[in-house]
């Protein structure tokens, strides 16, 4: 609270009359940075401060006239909860006549805008000790709110355990993952010592990092073990301020206990090492060794030759025989290989060859030579291996990454940085910012080397520096007890400039270090098993002993901790389905007879569930040809296999479903090559003349547009349009000629079938033959016609005898008046009414008759418009009525005004006419769904009998007679014809003396 009215020096007042003691007083009190304002014994404010409306954002006449703790302003506490009336502070001092401090609350005014007090209200007294009103002083505390808030929602982003120490080593804060992993008694943490809490910390390295900390004033990092209870080892990062410690720790017991188990689980790698060898000989790679003197290949392996497309072995082979099958634009690169090997020693390199079939494949090869006691190469032996599906997975993958090489900003889990030639960050961004004592905001604008210290800097400059020279370049490296990994790349402009780099750096701590090592050691050394393997065997045959990797000993139940994981081939023959046990068996046998090549696909049980293998070998044999050694390799293969069944499977469901269409389909390739075409098809067209080649050929279909009867061009057809990547949903009519010398009417629809890149793949569209639904169309359109005319020449035939009874009816009346007695008189009466009744429903009739021959073309029409052309009609029925139209806005639709503005015109002569004895009362609404207007005509009449809601839209249908009601009964009939027309829909819901709903859908203008 503001302490600049505490002080006042008395002489301020002494030399000055009342009037100016008031005025140097209001002058202080507005100078004041705190809000002043005193109430009455009412509670009405009699003074205010400048400050004091500024901060409730009102002028001093609103304070007066609202009072400052009326519902005017809205008053929540310091958790956001609105207060009440009676725990507002202002009102609590007058109502209680007790004074409140520091009271903290929220005030929201007129603006919207809230703002947070702390409040000191105190009661005054006048001279008889009674109530005679208050003094209040607040402070605007928001900003305050504002950094404590901020403060809260840092710390609650912290993952890691937490606390803070003040310089007395007392805990200022815990959260809820410290509290977690060391306050194990739960008494709480925060205000207490850390020496006295944990007493045994303050003989350990924790007090003399934590003390040099303090008096150096730089971060440390260290690991400890805490003993028992806790039983645990922390890492702790400690990070000293002038007013103490900030220190985050995490429990790395874990880490500590797979650094322990190092030793041993490199000795199983050294024991899998030479297993894994074998493996390495029965995979797909091929071997071979070259005497240097002799020019011979004395060693092949069978698998080197097939890579070369011979399925038997080559009588010789040498390095020519090699060179003669490398692709003729590797081949000068091949031989300098080469001769870089004559000085290195080895090689190593991935070419084209072709193999003798003129298929082009990839290949990996590398090798080393034998020197002699000279020095000088005498025998080379080397491995090739085809990689050709691996090369073209790193050539898509290089092709992707030159597209999409700038990653996203917004990079989970790490770091994301620009820099340019100057090494000054440009851009800094990433969730990684929340684990380093770094800022984005502190990176950018600032050089490199100003940001990180020396030894992180010596580390990442390398990377920084081979992106900005146009190489990627990857580091690991150890920040803030973090490990991180960091890739930096190029920028490059359109000219393929570098014009800045770009990092990426992701926090790798939490992976399994040395089983990543282990997995990786396996993979370099599993060289040669594809994708997917689950395992690798060795079968030892004249001991009959199976010896597994650990994989396959988990699949088969054999105890992976034995070293030799032992099991007889029986055993492993038993988990192969008995459907195929007996073919396997057999090619097992074959193998080992023959010493030769193994392979089989085959399934197996594994916990019950049945799963596809492969299973790849070559059994070694001595040199009388006993079988010896059958190593090998198994793959996993079940994803694919169940692919492979239901592609198949759906195949076929397509193909069925594709013949038994009712339509037509014809498929086309991007080229436009018709591809397909189903038997519909073929029977419209007359024959199967789809064997067609391009676009270009599509000139021997004949036919004419149907509604124009223009000729149909080649870009006109309905594929050509597909393959150009239109989908043709409004559907293209022809006039065919068919093959067979037959005239047809077709209706096609299209659409085109895209790749992964958006680019039409396939065109498929479907002929529909409407040959006799157009000539029904056309019998019915005449067969309307002649209607039309016979309601015409009907009801201009009845209208004239009618005119002619009407006209001598009223003669009679006129002249023979006198001489008619009352039923003459009424007689004459009746015959007059019959007769306008007769003649009204003729017009109905025509009218009725003409709703789809006469209307108009539609075109968007404002219903609103129509509406009020309705009303006005209609004034005089309306006034004479007492009625009351209510309307909501109206939308604009696609249709007929003059049809429908006699739509609404029946409706509302309707709504009025049997409203009953009240004066009518009628809403119209609108409503829409999809591209459908639903619109609503409401009254609260006599209603309608639910089960008479259909026969009321029947021509001459009513369900009140002649003498209760006027009308001809074709009034709703009409409106349903009209509302057909439009595409839609009416319908009346109503109950008797309840009213009742006329409801009817139009389409939306487009």
Same mark, same amino acid.
């Given at each position: 609270?503001?302490?600049?009215?505490?002080?006042?020096?008395?002489?301020?007042?002494?030399?000055?009359?009342?009037?100016?003691?008031?005025?140097?007083?209001?002058?202080?009190?507005?100078?004041?940075?705190?809000?002043?304002?005193?109430?009455?014994?009412?509670?009405?404010?009699?003074?205010?401060?400048?400050?004091?409306?500024?901060?409730?954002?009102?002028?001093?006449?609103?304070?007066?006239?609202?009072?400052?703790?009326?519902?005017?302003?809205?008053?929540?506490?310091?958790?956001?909860?609105?207060?009440?009336?009676?725990?507002?502070?202002?009102?609590?001092?007058?109502?209680?006549?007790?004074?409140?401090?520091?009271?903290?609350?929220?005030?929201?005014?007129?603006?919207?805008?809230?703002?947070?007090?702390?409040?000191?209200?105190?009661?005054?007294?006048?001279?008889?000790?009674?109530?005679?009103?208050?003094?209040?002083?607040?402070?605007?505390?928001?900003?305050?709110?504002?950094?404590?808030?901020?403060?809260?929602?840092?710390?609650?982003?912290?993952?890691?355990?937490?606390?803070?120490?003040?310089?007395?080593?007392?805990?200022?804060?815990?959260?809820?993952?410290?509290?977690?992993?060391?306050?194990?008694?739960?008494?709480?943490?925060?205000?207490?010592?850390?020496?006295?809490?944990?007493?045994?910390?303050?003989?350990?390295?924790?007090?003399?990092?934590?003390?040099?900390?303090?008096?150096?004033?730089?971060?440390?990092?260290?690991?400890?073990?805490?003993?028992?209870?806790?039983?645990?080892?922390?890492?702790?990062?400690?990070?000293?301020?002038?007013?103490?410690?900030?220190?985050?720790?995490? @429990? +790395? =017991?874990? /880490?500590? &206990? #797979? $650094?322990?188990?190092?030793? !041993?689980?490199? *000795?199983?790698? %050294?024991?899998?090492?030479?297993?894994?060898?074998?493996?390495?000989?029965?995979?797909?790679?091929?071997?071979?060794?070259?005497?240097?003197?002799?020019?011979?290949?004395?060693?092949?392996?069978?698998?080197?030759?097939?890579?070369?497309?011979?399925?038997?072995?080559?009588?010789?082979?040498?390095?020519?025989?090699?060179?003669?099958?490398?692709?003729?634009?590797?081949?000068?690169?091949?031989?300098?290989?080469?001769?870089?090997?004559?000085?290195?020693?080895?090689?190593?390199?991935?070419?084209?060859?072709?193999?003798?079939?003129?298929?082009?494949?990839?290949?990996?090869?590398?090798?080393?030579?034998?020197?002699?006691?000279?020095?000088?190469?005498?025998?080379?032996?080397?491995?090739?291996? @085809? +990689? =050709?599906? /691996?090369? &073209? #997975? $790193?050539?898509?993958?290089? !092709?992707?990454? *030159?597209?999409? %090489?700038?990653?996203?900003?917004?990079?989970?889990?790490?770091?994301?940085?620009?820099?340019?030639?100057?090494?000054?960050?440009?851009?800094?961004?990433?969730?990684?910012?929340?684990?380093?004592?770094?800022?984005?905001?502190?990176?950018?604008?600032?050089?490199?080397?100003?940001?990180?210290?020396?030894?992180?800097?010596?580390?990442?400059?390398?990377?920084?520096?081979?992106?900005?020279?146009?190489?990627?370049?990857?580091?690991?490296?150890?920040?803030?007890?973090?490990?991180?990994?960091?890739?930096?790349?190029?920028?490059?402009?359109?000219?393929?400039?570098?014009?800045?780099?770009?990092?990426?750096?992701?926090?790798?701590?939490?992976?399994?270090?040395?089983?990543?090592?282990?997995?990786?050691?396996?993979?370099?050394?599993?060289?040669?098993?594809?994708?997917?393997?689950?395992?690798?065997?060795?079968?030892?045959?004249?001991?009959?002993?199976?010896?597994?990797?650990?994989?396959?000993?988990?699949?088969?139940?054999?105890?992976?901790?034995?070293?030799?994981?032992?099991?007889?081939?029986?055993?492993?023959?038993?988990?192969?389905?008995?459907?195929?046990?007996?073919?396997?068996?057999?090619?097992?046998?074959?193998?080992?007879?023959?010493?030769?090549?193994?392979?089989?696909?085959?399934?197996?049980?594994?916990?019950?569930?049945?799963?596809?293998?492969?299973?790849?070998?070559?059994?070694?044999?001595?040199?009388?040809?006993?079988?010896?050694?059958?190593?090998?390799?198994?793959?996993?293969?079940?994803?694919?296999?169940?692919?492979?069944?239901?592609?198949?499977?759906?195949?076929?469901?397509?193909?069925?479903?594709?013949?038994?269409?009712?339509?037509?389909?014809?498929?086309?390739?991007?080229?436009?090559?018709?591809?397909?075409?189903?038997?519909?098809?073929?029977?419209?067209?007359?024959?199967?003349?789809?064997?067609?080649?391009?676009?270009?050929?599509?000139?021997?279909?004949?036919?004419?547009?149907?509604?124009?009867?223009?000729?149909?061009?080649?870009?006109?057809?309905?594929?050509?349009?597909?393959?150009?990547?239109?989908?043709?949903?409004?559907?293209?009519?022809?006039?065919?000629?068919?093959?067979?010398?037959?005239?047809?009417?077709?209706?096609?629809?299209?659409?085109?079938?895209?790749?992964?890149?958006?680019?039409?793949?396939?065109?498929?569209?479907?002929?529909?033959?409407?040959?006799?639904?157009?000539?029904?169309?056309?019998?019915?359109?005449?067969?309307?016609?002649?209607?039309?005319?016979?309601?015409?020449?009907?009801?201009?035939?009845?209208?004239?005898?009618?005119?002619?009874?009407?006209?001598?009816?009223?003669?009679?009346?006129?002249?023979?008046?006198?001489?008619?007695?009352?039923?003459?008189?009424?007689?004459?009466?009746?015959?007059?009414?019959?007769?306008?009744?007769?003649?009204?429903?003729?017009?109905?009739?025509?009218?009725?008759?003409?709703?789809?021959?006469?209307?108009?073309?539609?075109?968007?029409?404002?219903?609103?418009?129509?509406?009020?052309?309705?009303?006005?009609?209609?004034?005089?029925?309306?006034?004479?009525?007492?009625?009351?139209?209510?309307?909501?806005?109206?939308?604009?639709?696609?249709?007929?005004?003059?049809?429908?503005?006699?739509?609404?015109?029946?409706?509302?002569?309707?709504?009025?006419?049997?409203?009953?004895?009240?004066?009518?009362?009628?809403?119209?609404?609108?409503?829409?769904?999809?591209?459908?207007?639903?619109?609503?005509?409401?009254?609260?009449?006599?209603?309608?009998?639910?089960?008479?809601?259909?026969?009321?839209?029947?021509?001459?249908?009513?369900?009140?007679?002649?003498?209760?009601?006027?009308?001809?009964?074709?009034?709703?009939?009409?409106?349903?014809?009209?509302?057909?027309?439009?595409?839609?829909?009416?319908?009346?819901?109503?109950?008797?003396?309840?009213?009742?709903?006329?409801?009817?859908?139009?389409?939306?203008?487009?």
């Amino acid at each position: 609270m503001s302490e600049r009215a505490r002080n006042v020096d008395g002489t301020f007042w002494d030399d000055a009359n009342d009037s100016e003691s008031h005025q140097r007083c209001r002058t202080l009190l507005n100078a004041i940075d705190d809000g002043i304002v005193v109430v009455d014994a009412d509670g009405g404010p009699t003074f205010a401060n400048e400050r004091a409306t500024d901060i409730l954002d009102c002028s001093r006449d609103e304070l007066s006239r609202l009072g400052v703790g009326t519902s005017h302003w809205t008053f929540f506490d310091e958790s956001g909860e609105p207060l009440e009336q009676a725990e507002i502070p202002f009102n609590r001092v007058v109502d209680r006549e007790k004074p409140v401090s520091e009271q903290t609350l929220g005030v929201r005014g007129s603006s919207g805008e809230r703002v947070w007090l702390s409040v000191n209200g105190a009661p005054q007294w006048d001279q008889n000790d009674e109530f005679d009103g208050a003094v209040f002083v607040f402070e605007d505390v928001t900003d305050q709110r504002d950094v404590e808030s901020e403060l809260e929602e840092i710390l609650g982003r912290v993952t890691d355990a937490f606390y803070a120490l003040d310089e007395e080593f007392r805990f200022t804060h815990v959260n809820e993952r410290a509290e977690e992993l060391i306050d194990f008694e739960g008494e709480g943490l925060v205000g207490r010592h850390i020496w006295e809490a944990f007493e045994w910390a303050g003989d350990s390295v924790i007090r003399e990092e934590y003390e040099r900390a303090m008096e150096t004033q730089n971060p440390t990092s260290f690991e400890v073990y805490y003993p028992e209870p806790l039983d645990t080892w922390f890492e702790i990062h400690v990070y000293p301020s002038t007013t103490g410690l900030s220190v985050y720790f995490r @429990d +790395v =017991t874990d /880490r500590k &206990e #797979r $650094e322990s188990e190092r030793a !041993e689980l490199l *000795r199983e790698l %050294r024991e899998s090492e030479q297993r894994l060898q074998l493996a390495l000989e029965a995979s797909e790679m091929g071997t071979w060794e070259l005497d240097l003197q002799t020019r011979e290949s004395p060693a092949r392996s069978p698998r080197h030759d097939r890579i070369f497309g011979y399925e038997e072995p080559l009588e010789g082979w040498d390095f020519e025989a090699f060179l003669d099958h490398v692709h003729p634009d590797d081949r000068e690169r091949v031989k300098r290989r080469f001769e870089e090997a004559f000085e290195t020693g080895t090689w190593q390199f991935e070419c084209r060859i072709l193999r003798a079939d003129g298929e082009e494949r990839v290949i990996a090869a590398r090798g080393e030579f034998t020197v002699d006691s000279e020095g000088e190469p005498v025998r080379a032996a080397g491995t090739v291996q @085809d +990689v =050709t599906e /691996r090369a &073209e #997975r $790193e050539q898509a993958l290089e !092709e992707s990454e *030159r597209r999409y %090489r700038t990653l996203a900003e917004y990079f989970p889990n790490g770091l994301v940085t620009l820099f340019d030639h100057d090494l000054e960050y440009t851009l800094a961004a990433g969730l990684g910012f929340d684990r380093i004592p770094v800022e984005p905001d502190s990176l950018e604008g600032r050089q490199f080397h100003d940001v990180w210290p020396d030894e992180t800097a010596a580390e990442l400059e390398p990377a920084f520096q081979a992106a900005l020279e146009g190489e990627e370049a990857s580091i690991e490296l150890e920040y803030a007890g973090r490990e991180w990994v960091l890739h930096a790349v190029p920028i490059t402009d359109d000219e393929g400039d570098v014009f800045a780099g770009m990092t990426m750096a992701q926090d790798i701590t939490e992976q399994k270090e040395r089983e990543q090592y282990l997995e990786n050691a396996k993979a370099q050394l599993e060289a040669a098993t594809e994708a997917g393997a689950v395992g690798t065997w060795e079968w030892h045959v004249p001991e009959d002993k199976l010896i597994v990797s650990g994989s396959l000993a988990n699949a088969f139940d054999v105890d992976a901790d034995d070293d030799r994981r032992e099991m007889p081939l029986e055993r492993f023959l038993s988990s192969i389905h008995e459907e195929d046990r007996d073919r396997v068996a057999a090619q097992i046998e074959d193998a080992v007879e023959h010493c030769g090549e193994y392979e089989a696909e085959y399934r197996v049980r594994d916990d019950d569930e049945l799963r596809w293998v492969v299973a790849r070998g070559h059994v070694k044999c001595d040199e009388t040809g006993t079988a010896q050694r059958f190593p090998g390799v198994m793959t996993d293969i079940t994803e694919r296999k169940r692919a492979e069944l239901e592609a198949e499977k759906q195949s076929r469901e397509l193909e069925t479903l594709f013949q038994v269409l009712p339509v037509g389909a014809v498929v086309a390739n991007e080229d436009g090559s018709l591809l397909r075409a189903n038997d519909t098809a073929r029977e419209i067209w007359g024959s199967d003349a789809f064997d067609v080649a391009s676009i270009e050929e599509y000139d021997k279909f004949s036919a004419v547009w149907a509604d124009s009867g223009e000729p149909v061009e080649r870009e006109d057809w309905t594929m050509y349009q597909v393959l150009q990547g239109e989908e043709v949903q409004e559907p293209n009519i022809y006039e065919i000629s068919t093959f067979d010398d037959r005239q047809r009417i077709i209706m096609e629809h299209g659409k085109p079938v895209r790749d992964v890149r958006g680019d039409v793949h396939r065109a498929v569209v479907t002929l529909t033959d409407i040959t006799e639904r157009r000539a029904y169309r056309r019998k019915l359109e005449e067969s309307n016609e002649r209607l039309e005319q016979f309601a015409y020449a009907a009801s201009h035939d009845l209208q004239e005898p009618l005119r002619m009874v009407t006209s001598y009816l009223q003669l009679i009346e006129n002249r023979y008046a006198d001489a008619l007695d009352d039923d003459g008189e009424e007689f004459i009466e009746f015959a007059v009414d019959g007769a306008t009744r007769m003649q009204k429903m003729i017009d109905g009739l025509l009218e009725y008759a003409r709703v789809d021959t006469r209307g108009n073309p539609f075109e968007p029409v404002e219903l609103n418009a129509i509406l009020e052309d309705v009303l006005e009609d209609l004034r005089v029925q309306i006034d004479e009525a007492d009625a009351e139209i209510r309307a909501d806005d109206l939308p604009r639709v696609d249709g007929d005004a003059s049809q429908l503005r006699q739509v609404f015109q029946n409706l509302l002569q309707n709504a009025i006419e049997y409203s009953g004895d009240e004066p009518p009362r009628v809403e119209i609404a609108a409503e829409r769904t999809g591209d459908r207007w639903t619109v609503s005509i409401r009254d609260e009449g006599i209603g309608i009998d639910p089960d008479e809601t259909e026969r009321i839209f029947e021509v001459f249908q009513r369900l009140q007679s002649t003498e209760e009601s006027e009308g001809t009964g074709i009034g709703l009939a009409l409106c349903q014809r009209i509302v057909e027309r439009h595409g839609g829909d009416i319908w009346v819901d109503s109950e008797p003396g309840e009213g009742a709903t006329v409801s009817f859908t139009l389409s939306a203008d487009a």
